[in-house]
């Protein structure tokens, strides 16, 4: 398998999908001849830094490859840590490609615009002679459960509510509600206190809110969300941005803290691992990621690994919202299944929404059908690779692994496989880490209690 001039030898291909090309394994055969230093650096809010140290080739037989390696690894800081300035050290010709990339119109205008718009600052790359210095600024999260807390998880088809009493839960509910295509920001809103004041009806007292939310959040404000993906964009800059600060202060003046939804599942399962460094992967609706560190820290980082690419194959499908190939959200999530569901031999009816599509291929799981088996192989073999370029920037002991797409025999046989392929390929990175289905203490804990835990008082 070449790829840009490089060879590359998996052991392990999806079986639905032959021309699937490992990124990690091109960037570990990229690097063995790679000689000339090259520096990256990303911030994000706060001062905050991240300085990435790397080599390319430097040689115009390996331009074409050199640009494509410094393309997928900047893009990956950047979806991964977030930031609104790249700064490139080592190499004019790189920071000139990346430069064009970035700029409006280019390849990456997309990216650019979407991390101006979470950090609102104008983006940049520029070109130094010194990077600046790794900056940042990891936060304590979650684990107070003292005293009388709202745990509030808004996902996409249903909203969670707890009212949880020095750790116990004395109330739950689940409510369906339809966030995404509601274009009116008060179908939120109202949605959102409904929920936090039946749980506030369980308890003598309310002591804090915790929030556990798809999207992006800097200060408990909503700076990009899918829930709120209709809502025009006014609307969003008016009643959006501080819609969970307005529906707490509809409860009473006490502690808020809100979280992307990846981070409190990967508190939820430190919380009932009862151990750090934890990597939590939800193939749903969208890949959705969160991590805590071997402090039980949040990094301050974005996890948003949907966007981060995977596969280095040039006929990689592309994502309808970014236009670009070859990412994350098209092999762990409810997307991944449809896709490789032709390749297997099913044909699915084109009026069923993706979850629907979805619970078909499941169905004939359930039943042993040879064809949604493959589906699921292919799955655990993208898998296995992703883990072992995610591990190269995360250095994670657990992964855990979530959503709809791990439910049943499926998710089973994902697993195994990803196991497999990891013990096969990369046994070194196998030896040191876990990866696991949620277990019923994990259960119990629940998004949101973990989210309830969210706040000090």
Known sequence: ?????????????????PDYTPLYLFNRAFLREAHKPLGI????SGGQI????????????FAQADRYYVDRLVKTLLWMKGGFKVYIRGDEEIFQALKSAYAPGGARAFDAE????VYERPFQVVSCQVLPQEKSLPQAIGRHLDGCRIGFDAGGSDRKVSAVIDGESVFSEEVVWF???????DYHFQGIVEAMKSAAAHMP????????????????????ASLFLKVPKDLFQEKVKDIYIRAAKEIGDVPLAVANDGDVTALAGAMSLEDNNVLG????????????????????WLNELAFVPVDASPSAMADEWSGDIGCGVKYFSQDAVIKLAPAAGIQLDEALSPAEKLKVVQGLMEEGDP?????????????????????????????LLLGRVMSGKGGDLLLSTCKEVLAEEYPEIAAAIRPSLPDEKFRRVGQSVAAASLPER
């Open 114 to 117: 979407f991390m101006s718009g």
């Open 1 to 17: 398998m070449n790829c840009y001039g490089i060879e590359l030898s998996p052991r392990r291909l999806p079986p639905l999908d």
């Open 179 to 185: 966030p995404k295509t509601a274009e009116d920001p």
């Open 281 to 300: 992967i939800a193939m749903g609706t969208s890949e959705a990621v969160g991590y805590v560190d071997d402090q039980g820290n949040i990094t301050g």
């Open 205 to 224: 007292r309310v002591d804090a809110i915790g929030v556990s939310s798809a999207g992006i959040y800097i200060d408990n404000r909503a700076m990009v």
């Open 50 to 61: 991240a300085v990435y140290e790397t080599k390319i080739h430097g040689t115009p037989e």
């Open 41 to 44: 650096a990303v911030e994000r």
């Open 371 to 399: 064809r949604a088996a493959s589906i699921y192989q292919s799955i655990g073999v993208y898998l296995a690779h992703a883990l072992a370029l995610y591990y190269d920037f995360y250095h994670y002991k657990h992964v």
